[in-house]
């Protein structure tokens, strides 16, 4: 059996629920996840406690929010005008759209509140703070083509078409 390890292409089944019981994701009734291991392609602690598994285990795995979406950080809430987006945007809160800081970085943003004059923005993910409980099946594991390691996704089913 091959073991999940750098360089891998894997294919999961996965849910993801939180601490209050409440699903939020999951690949059931569709295809399975594929991702490539060791490319950033999962959270950091799903993808740390998924090496060295093989095809066909299922596994619960828990992460804490600094492995996986981020402590929240007050720091993060910022309030623009309405007039910084284009004025035909439909804004509603929980919608995400990239922005750019002083240094030019681009950055995940998510809406939290919009009124006629505002829009209130976090760089909290909307899963920050939040505990991860993720059940897992591991439906396959194969070496990556060296173009998907190239790219840092895996390609075909469940992965990148392009
Ligand atoms: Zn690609």
Redesign the pocket.
């Known amino acids: 059996m091959t073991k999940i390890a750098e360089g891998k292409v894997v294919s999961i089944h996965y849910t993801l629920t939180l601490a209050d019981g409440r699903v939020v994701d999951s690949s059931s009734g569709g295809d399975p996840l594929a991702y490539l291991h060791g490319a950033g392609n999962l959270v950091p602690g799903l993808e740390r406690q998924l090496s060295g598994r093989e095809e066909g285990e299922q596994l619960e795995v828990e992460v804490q929010p600094r492995e996986g979406y981020g402590e929240i950080d007050a720091s993060g809430n910022h309030v623009l005008p309405r007039q910084a987006f284009p004025a035909d945007a439909q804004i509603r809160p929980g919608m995400g759209f990239h922005a750019e800081d002083e240094q030019g970085n681009l950055m995940q943003m998510w809406v939290t509140g919009v009124s006629d004059e505002e829009v209130q923005v976090t760089s909290n993910h909307p899963l920050a703070g939040e505990v991860l409980n993720f059940a897992i099946e591991v439906v396959d594991v194969r070496d990556a083509s060296p173009?998907?390691k190239d790219?840092g996704?895996p390609?075909g089913p469940g992965g990148?078409a392009?």
């Open positions: 173009e998907e790219h996704h390609h990148h392009h």
